[in-house]
């Protein structure tokens, strides 16, 4: 496990737009692959994104294709969701998570950061 540490998030108003980072303290290894999930309140973990560390393929979840985008910076061992015309729906805890590889489940999390969209 690689411990994950997180940054951005906060406050901004609907059609705005925020990044998150999540850094490795620590190598990224080339198998692993990375993720984003978001907690609102009273409801479940949403999936948001994912990232291939090997070559960069990128998934998404229903709700925010389109709008959100998942990168890496490798030399940097850091993981990016910019998110652009954020909505209410939006609203809610952000974690990174590391996977050793695509078939292991997500076993590293970072400690979350609120994304708060006002409308």
């Known amino acids: 496990q690689v411990p994950l540490v997180q940054a951005g998030g906060g406050l901004v108003q609907a059609g705005g737009s925020l990044r998150l980072s999540c850094s490795a303290s620590?190598?990224?290894?080339?198998?692993?692959?990375m993720g984003w999930f978001r907690q609102a309140p009273n409801k479940g973990r949403e999936f948001v994104a994912s990232?291939?560390?090997?070559?960069?393929?990128?998934d998404y979840g229903a709700s925010v294709v389109g709008r959100f985008t998942v990168s890496r910076d490798i030399a940097k061992d850091t993981m990016y969701l910019q998110m652009d015309r954020l909505k209410a729906e939006d609203t809610a805890v952000y974690y990174c998570?590391?996977?050793?590889?695509?078939?292991?489940?997500?076993?590293?999390w970072g400690q979350g950061t609120q994304v708060t969209v006002a409308t």
């Open positions: 990232i291939r560390w090997s070559d960069g393929r990128t």
């Open positions: 998570a590391a996977a050793l590889s695509l078939t292991d489940p997500y076993k590293s």
């Open positions: 620590g190598r990224i290894l080339s198998t692993y692959n």
